[in-house]
Every structure is written in structure tokens, then in C-alpha cells.
């Protein structure tokens, strides 16, 4: 046998579909990264009617989950697929439910922001919030390039970063703490803000996950919960 | 046909049979002569045979030394063929690496993608503006330029007109992208330009239109007021009436002139969709048809055709200034014993108003400019007339802004027409029947 041979099945179809369902997936990762641009973008300009969109909008991602959830389990029942198809399999589904997970975060964080944009703006305008979503958005990012590319380096690396965004949470629930003291007239606003930073942070926690998925689905290792253990030794 | 070497190796053949058989005849055992002198010249054929196949697996073989006779025929040849094979492919070679380095140095952003949009090739820019890598051919090219908008266009049939994405690689960048048919087998070739400076310039330029046009009115508003009492001051002398009532008028032109900029501006720099309320058509045309009516100079009908009763959805203050503008034109253009028509009609393709005059009509070359700030189709007329040059434009904005289209037909000394076709999304059936129930 040929040695190009080795890396495809027999049935040109089965590959075609394992490829088509990944394709699916990082549409639905490009939708939900815009999703989440989008609604940044509201808080911070205080565009009600975005953030509203951005609401409305959600439901796409959500089709797309169940379209691929459903599409992973024909693959699962007609081919029966083994090893590393199986585990492609696996952690496209895993993937798909992290994914429709940040998409509700962004839903979350434009109705925030829709909300957040009837009151008065904060004099820093939202910086700190930019920041951390600008740290998030690339997390996801690059957590879906690594994805594209079959690549557990760069989803290991990427995995990292998380530490930085719960630093940058913290350091705006410490914020938060300050300014209500000072001025308790704004408890309600800053509360929202927080929630939007909270959203925020579980979008990195999810980008995490498909960094973990990527690295299952390479090695067949599980290093779920193993990075902390690590990291604190 | 038989080439030469063979009819040697023919002749060599049947002289050693003759050799083993004048053997044969002298010494005897003819039979032996021959098997023997045969199984030599077939042994020295696979020697040579056998040194031929390992010279022609070497990559580089030269032409070997001590092969006579036939073989050496056949060796010259082979490296004849050999070394134009290798000539030729090393010009071709050359062609493309020429061509490689010359795409890879565009500072456009250009990725081959083969038909099931897997990248092939791609050059440096694409790199830094897509952060497509070389260990990435291969993969789908939808795969790492995950923008919605991006992947809609890859799928879409109508691939003309450019579409525009943030850049995945390099922050702040904006991409111009398009896809253009390269090769045959369905490749296409992904090209990526940067226009964040030219998106950028275009900001300066609105901003720079919009701050000068606000920062011109209030000026305006004193000379006005100081024109205007001057103007009704009976103790004003004779002589300086007339030139005062110019500098009125005058200033009263560049009033507007401020005002349409600003509104072209207001146009231009609002990102948020026109507003979605029903806008009674009917009424809105008839508003602006007694408006022209009242014109110290206009021609003698203006005549409105109602054909339906649909209304549209949009800003009505927007579609008022498109609709009126376009009516104005066409009052302005045309003489006393003319006739304007303002109609308004459904189809199955959507909402078409028409705007139709018996005037002096737009030459053809002007028409496509028409709609440009300023452009003046007759230079010396329209000073006079003292429009603010910015009607069309405005009509143009706001008409994309409500998806619709402005069509424009002409003919010099016949008249014009300008048609508005509206989206069929963008009609809402008429609501006479609501109001009766209301009623």
C-alpha cells in the first residue's frame, strides 16, 4: 500500500462528511465571534438597537447547534466510526455546545447592553470591559485556528491565556467593589457591567474547553482539569 | 517504420549466423556453433540491457563511456531526449518561480483555492492580512477566514462585487476581498487589500464635510438676519436695494447649500438602518405636488398617478427630501407649456415612482454623473436657477439607504424620467381598510 494511502478511508464520502461537519463547526465559531464583536460593540458605544440585534440573532447559532448535533449523530450511526474519527466526532459535538454557550453569553451581553445604554456611561467608557473582551475575542479566536488546523500546540498556548483573562475579571470585580462604595446610586449600573465582565470571563472559560477538545482529538489525551493541577505544582 | 539501429543489430544477427554457420561447415558440430554464438550475442544484448536501466535510474547520468555499435545509438539518444526534457522543465521551472516571486511581492493578499475552496497556493501578504500560513494548504480556506460575511460570499452565486471583512490576522485592518475565477477545474483565486487607510481617509473626508458645514451655518444665520431687516428697511437707499437683495438671495443659496450638506453628511455617517415606519406614498407624493404648485415658476401641469394604494416602509423625513428633490428637478428643467408626471405603481418586482418631464432632457454622457455633489450637467443655467447641486445626492443616499434603486432615462429636447424602484420587502398593503374600521 502506498503510504498517502494510509491517511484516508476508503469511502471518499466519509471524508468528505467528517470534513464538512468540521467546516460547519468553524461557521458557527465565525458566527458566534461576531456575535460577540457585535455585542462588545453595543456596551461600549452604548447602541441600544445592536445590542438588541445581537439578541435576536442568537437564535441562528442556536439552529446551528441542533443542525450539526444532528448531523454528528447520522455520522455516528451510518459509519460507526473508530479512533480518530470517532474522536473528531466527539469533540465536534463538545465543540458545538461550548460554542452555542458563548453564544448565549453574547445574547447575554447584548441585553446588557441594551439595557446599560438607557443609563449614563461610565467616564472611562467601558475601557476595562474592552479590554477583557478584546482578550476573550482572540482567545476564541485562536482556540478555532487551532481547531482549523489540528494544531494541540497552539490550542495548549492558547489555553494559557485563560490565566491573564481571570486576572483582568478580578481586577474589574475590585473595581466594581470601589465604585459602588463610593457612589452607591450606582450598584445597578456597575452590577450590569459586572455581569457583562462575568459573561465575559466564562466565554474564556469556554474557549478552554475546545483548546482541550483540540488536544483529545490529536493525542486521544484527555488533559480536562489536568492544566490546573499543573500550573499550581 | 524501422529506425536505423535495428536494421544494424538485424545485419549484426544474421552475420554471426553466418559466422557460427562457415564455423560449423569447417570444424564441424554446426549446431553447437550456433546455440553457442547466439547465447553470447543474447548475453552481451542483457549486459547491455542491464547497464541501460541502471543508467536511467540515475538521476543525473552522463553519457556513459566504451558503449558501442547500436547501444551507443541508443545511449546518445536517450541523453539527447534527456537533456532537452531537462532543459525545457527547467525553463518552465524558472517561468513560474519568476511568476511566484513576482505575486508573492504584491502587497495584495492572493490565495489559490482549488474547487472544493482548499487553499494551494498563497503568498506572503496573505500571511500577514488572512494569517493563512504555508502548512496550511490543504485546508478549507473557510476555515481559518471564518467571518460570516466572508463565508456567505464564498457560497453565493454573484461573486462581482467585493465584499468587506475585519482583518482575522492583523488587528484593526480592514479587508477588501474578492474572488475571481483562476484556472481551469474550478480554482479561483482569493484577493485580499487593505483599505483601512482608504476607509479611514473617508471618515476624515465625512467628518471634515460635516464639522465645516456646522461650523458655516451659524455665521450664515447672522448675515442672513442682518440681510433680511436690511432688505424691509424702508430708509435703505435706492441704490444699495438691489445689491442688497442679491447678497440676500445669494446668502439664502448657501443656507441651503449648508443645510443639504449636512443632511448628505447626516446620510452618509448614519450606520444605523433608516427607520421602518409606514409611509403613506400617496399622501406624501400629493404634499409634494401641491408644494411644487405653489412655484412662482413652473409649468402648467403636474400631474400625480396613483396606480396603488401600497405604502413604503422607511423614514418618511428621508424619502420626502429623495422624492422632493427629484420633483423640484424636474419643475425646474422644465418650461411653462410643459408637463410633469409623478406616478407611483406596484409590480411583481416591487414599488416603482416615477418622476417624468417634458423638459430640456440630460445629455447621455452626463447621466451616470448626475448623482455626484455638485455636478452640474449645464454650467451656466443652474447657477441662475439656484439649486444647491446636492439634490441628486441626496436622493442617491437615501434611496440606497432604503435598498431601492434610482433609474435614470433621458432624452435631449424630449424630457426625462427618473424612477425610484423600491424592494417588493420594502411595501406594506395600504391601510384604507384599517382606517374605515377605526373609523
Known amino acids: 500500500m502506498r503510504k498517502e494511502e494510509l491517511g484516508h478511508h476508503y469511502s471518499r464520502q466519509f471524508d468528505e462528511e467528517l470534513e464538512t461537519v468540521r467546516t460547519s463547526v468553524l461557521e458557527m465559531g465565525g458566527i458566534v465571534g461576531e456575535q460577540l464583536r457585535l455585542a462588545i460593540r453595543a ?8 445590542g ?84 476573550v475575542r482572540e482567545m476564541l479566536n485562536l482556540a478555532l485556528d487551532a481547531l482549523a488546523r489540528l494544531d494541540p500546540e497552539a490550542a495548549m498556548a492558547t489555553a494559557e491565556r485563560d490565566r491573564q483573562v481571570d486576572e483582568e475579571y478580578e481586577a474589574i470585580m475590585r473595581q466594581a467593589i470601589t465604585l459602588m462604595m463610593e457612589d452607591p446610586r450606582s450598584i445597578r449600573r456597575v452590577l450590569d457591567t459586572l455581569w457583562v465582565a462575568r459573561a465575559l470571563e466564562r466565554i474564556g472559560d469556554h474557549a478552554v474547553n475546545i483548546c482541550e477538545y483540540v488536544v483529545y482529538m490529536v493525542h486521544g489525551k484527555d488533559i480536562r482539569h489536568l492544566s490546573y493541577e499543573e500550573g499550581a505544582a | 517504420m ?113 474547487a472544493d475552496h ?114 424691509s428697511d424702508p430708509e435703505l437707499p435706492g441704490a444699495w436695494r438691489q445689491p442688497v437683495c442679491d447678497m440676500s438671495h445669494q446668502a439664502g443659496r448657501m443656507q441651503a447649500i ?69 420633483v423640484s428637478n424636474a419643475v425646474k428643467y422644465t418650461p411653462a407649456t410643459g408637463r410633469v408626471e409623478i406616478g407611483w405603481s406596484v409590480d411583481e418586482r416591487g414599488g416603482h415612482i416615477t418622476v417624468a418631464d417634458t423638459g430640456k432632457g440630460i445629455p447621455a454622457d452626463a447621466i451616470p454623473r448626475l448623482t455626484e455633489r455638485f455636478y452640474r450637467a449645464d454650467k451656466g443655467r443652474d447657477r441662475v436657477s439656484g439649486g444647491t447641486g446636492l439634490g441628486l445626492a441626496i436622493a442617491k443616499h437615501v434611496l440606497e439607504r432604503h435598498g431601492a434603486t434610482l433609474e435614470i432615462e433621458s432624452e435631449l429636447g424630449q424630457g426625462s424620467r427618473f424612477t425610484c424602484h423600491f424592494p417588493p420587502e420594502r411595501l406594506a398593503p395600504g391601510d384604507n381598510v384599517v382606517n374605515l374600521q377605526q373609523a
Open chain 2, 118 to 231: 482548499e487553499i494551494i497556493w498563497l503568498n506572503r501578504a496573505a500571511t500577514e492580512l488572512f494569517g493563512i500560513r504555508k502548512a496550511d494548504r490543504g485546508l478549507r480556506v473557510d476555515n481559518i477566514i471564518r467571518d460570516p460575511v466572508f463565508v456567505d460570499y464564498l457560497r453565493s452565486v454573484d461573486q462581482d462585487a467585493p465584499v468587506e471583512i475585519r482583518s482575522p490576522s492583523k488587528p484593526g485592518a480592514r479587508l477588501s476581498l474578492r474572488l475571481v475565477p483562476y484556472g481551469g477545474e474550478g480554482q479561483q483565486m482569493l484577493l485580499g487589500r487593505d483599505i483601512t487607510d482608504r476607509i479611514r481617509l473617508e471618515k476624515v473626508r465625512r467628518d471634515f464635510v460635516a464639522n465645516a458645514s456646522h461650523e458655516l451655518r451659524s455665521p450664515l444665520t447672522v448675515i442672513n438676519g442682518y440681510l433680511d431687516s436690511l432688505t
Open chain 1, 52 to 135: 438588541e440585534k445581537v439578541v435576536y440573532d442568537d437564535h441562528k447559532v442556536n439552529s446551528m447547534e441542533v443542525a450539526i448535533d444532528e448531523e454528528c449523530s447520522r455520522i455516528i450511526a451510518r459509519r460507526q466510526p473508530t479512533a480518530g474519527d470517532l474522536r473528531m466526532i466527539m469533540a465536534m459535538i463538545k465543540s458545538i455546545t461550548d460554542l452555542e454557550r458563548i453564544g448565549d453569553e453574547a445574547e447575554k451581553i447584548g441585553f446588557l447592553a441594551s439595557r446599560l445604554a438607557a443609563e449614563k456611561r461610565p467616564e472611562n467608557r467601558y475601557r476595562e470591559i474592552k479590554h477583557l473582551g478584546k482578550m
Open chain 1, 43 to 50: 456596551l461600549v458605544k452604548g447602541d441600544s438597537e445592536l
Open chain 2, 258 to 326: 449648508v443645510e443639504d450638506l449636512l443632511t448628505l453628511s447626516r446620510l452618509e455617517a448614519g450606520a444605523k438602518k433608516p427607520a421602518r415606519d409606514r409611509v403613506d406614498v400617496g399622501g406624501l407624493l400629493a404634499m409634494i405636488r401641491k408644494d411644487a404648485l405653489s412655484l412662482p415658476e413652473r409649468p402648467g401641469t403636474i400631474e400625480l398617478r396613483l396606480d396603488s394604494e401600497a405604502d413604503l416602509t422607511g423614514a418618511e423625513n428621508e424619502l420626502y427630501s429623495a422624492f422632493s428633490n427629484l
Open chain 2, 2 to 114: 524501422v529506425s536505423r539501429p535495428a536494421f544494424i543489430a538485424l545485419g549484426r544477427l544474421l552475420m554471426l549466423i553466418a559466422v557460427a554457420a562457415v564455423a560449423g561447415l569447417v570444424f564441424g558440430g554446426l549446431l553447437f556453433w550456433l546455440v553457442g554464438l547466439l547465447a553470447a550475442a543474447l548475453a552481451w544484448q542483457l549486459y547491455n540491457l542491464f547497464r541501460l536501466e541502471r543508467w536511467l535510474s540515475l538521476r543525473e547520468g552522463k553519457l556513459p563511456r566504451g558503449v558501442f555499435g547500436v547501444w551507443g545509438q541508443v545511449y546518445a539518444g536517450i541523453y539527447r531526449l534527456r537533456s532537452k526534457h531537462r532543459e525545457r522543465k527547467k525553463r518552465l521551472s524558472r517561468v513560474i518561480k519568476e511568476f511566484r516571486r513576482s505575486t508573492a511581492a504584491l502587497p495584495d493578499a492572493s490565495v489559490v483555492l482549488n
